[in-house]
């Protein structure tokens, strides 16, 4: 039977079926994103990238297929006790960070990639249409969402924007 209990003035949560468990708390989940505080951005451009790079991690997760009249289906599926129950329940947990140079935003880029590859990232670069004297450049990146635990030892070092 699940229990809240309080030891050493923490609140935790426990489940007691044969023998006490202490440390049967749920995995948190997360979406970070992480913005080039050196571009100085207008606030309503930094919003539009931070909220495109959000959307494009996310799609990742998505199966896509088109149909014979043409039209496009994105499926998701997940399981029980799955990070994307979690997220998909409501919480959308998200972290805005910062990094100060386009080398640090690559960095991080490729760290995730190559060191945990079914965690979602998506670098977004802008078209320079509005900002950056139409100059491409890119502008921020989104990690996750993924189990909390498992983005930290990416962004653990990073300061909140």
Known sequence: MPLFFQLCGIFVW????FGLNFFDMQRSVKQ???MRRDLNMRKGKLVAQGAHA?????????GISQAANGNVHLELEYG?????????DGSF?????YVDSKEDLIALYRKVKEGSPDIPVELIEDAGLTEFHGVPTLTCLAIGPYWADQIDPYTGALKLF
């Open 93 to 97: 947990a998200k972290i805005c960070l």
């Open 14 to 17: 426990g489940t007691f079926p």
């Open 54 to 62: 959000s959307v494009g991690a996310f799609l990742q997760l998505f």
């Open 32 to 34: 970070v994103i992480v």
């Open 80 to 88: 029980p006790d799955s990070f994307l129950e979690q997220w998909m």
